[in-house]
């Protein structure tokens, strides 16, 4: 089993940054995989960011490009989420999730077994 924790979410204005952190009990064979989803209030789960651990491969969903930034510190089996230029469309139920690499960059959520509980993001204009 793998015990995954986010923090970092909290209200911020229109056009700010945030930084959430995923901190995940064990990163191994099962859960090299770790994306970053998110859920607005009345809208399906989407992901939004990955990345391939072991080698740093790294994907967005289009929405995010270029104002996202997925990385990593394995010392501290640590995840981030760099959000930059935020808009109130974003707010919503920021989760980490990981799985094993299957060998292409998907953000589909079956392709995650483990899932933390969240952390809020809630951007105001």
């Known amino acids: 089993q793998v015990q995954l924790v986010e923090s970092g979410g909290g209200s911020v204005q229109v056009g700010s940054s945030l930084k959430l952190s995923c901190v995940a009990s064990?990163?191994?064979?099962?859960?090299?995989?770790i994306a970053w989803f998110r859920r607005a209030p009345g809208k399906e789960r989407e992901g939004i960011a990955s990345?391939?651990?072991?080698?740093?491969?790294?994907y967005y969903d289009e929405s995010v490009k270029g104002r996202f930034t997925i990385s990593q510190d394995r010392g501290r089996n640590t995840v981030y989420l760099q959000m930059a230029n935020l808009q109130p469309e974003e707010s919503a139920m920021y989760s980490c999730a990981a799985g094993q690499w299957s060998g292409s960059g998907t953000l589909h959520e079956r392709a995650f077994r483990f899932w933390g509980q969240g952390t809020q993001v809630t951007v105001s204009s």
């Open positions: 990345i391939y651990t072991t080698y740093d491969r790294i």
């Open positions: 064990r990163i191994s064979y099962s859960s090299n995989y």
